[in-house]
């Protein structure tokens, strides 16, 4: 029993490094001043994994998960492009690359999450795409948005995140 757990512990941490390491580009915040860096990595992880910070232009933002799930791995074919306040100042919007390095066609499913920083009482707003379909070996960009409740320039929104997504074959 103490050995499930111990292997369970050793293999969430392998995934956990495998999916926080060198991963996807980000930069800038949903409200946010601009920044991005990129890299790259092997084995289909395409998420961005940054915090974000300031006003007025774009981002990325992060991707979690883990394991082996067909969830976990939607989870990682998908990047964040960029998180900010649409021109109309009206709607969070989420920009999205979704990946999909397999030999069959999915359609995905996929939850964003606009956040504020820990402690400031900021509202979580949820977005989702709902069968987003994406051929075999291809990728396609869309966007995540939802209304703004809010009365600034959306800076309170200082992150984004994929906190769920799923595929099913097309």
């Known amino acids: 029993m103490k050995m499930r757990h111990v292997r369970a512990v050793a293999v969430f941490g392998v ?26 990595s092997s084995g289909g992880n395409h998420g961005g994994d940054t915090d974000n910070g300031g ?12 394991g082996g799930s067909s969830s976990n791995r939607a989870i990682r074919d ?3 492009d960029e998180c900010k306040l649409d021109a109309t100042g009206k709607n969070l919007v989420a920009r999205l690359t979704v990946t999909n390095d397999s030999s069959l066609d999915y359609d995905y499913d996929v939850t964003v999450q606009f956040k504020g920083d820990a402690g400031q009482g900021v509202t979580v ?13 291809g990728s396609k960009s869309t966007e995540a948005g939802t209304p703004y409740t809010g009365t600034g320039n959306g800076s309170e929104y200082s992150k984004c995140v994929v906190s769920s997504a799923n ?4």
């Not at 956990?16 to 980000?26: I, P």
């Not at 795409?129 to 075999?136: G, K, S, Y």
């Not at 595929?167 to 097309?170: D, E, F, G, L, P």
């Open 55 to 66: 006003s007025g232009s774009s981002g990325g933002g992060s991707v979690s998960g883990g």
């Open 125 to 137: 707003a949820t977005a989702r795409v709902n069968d987003l379909a994406v051929t075999a070996n």
């Open 78 to 80: 998908i990047r964040i």
């Open 15 to 40: 995934v956990l490094v495998a999916l926080t390491g060198a991963r996807g580009s980000g930069g800038g915040s949903c409200g946010g001043s601009s920044s991005s860096s990129s890299s790259s």
């Open 167 to 170: 595929r099913t074959m097309s």
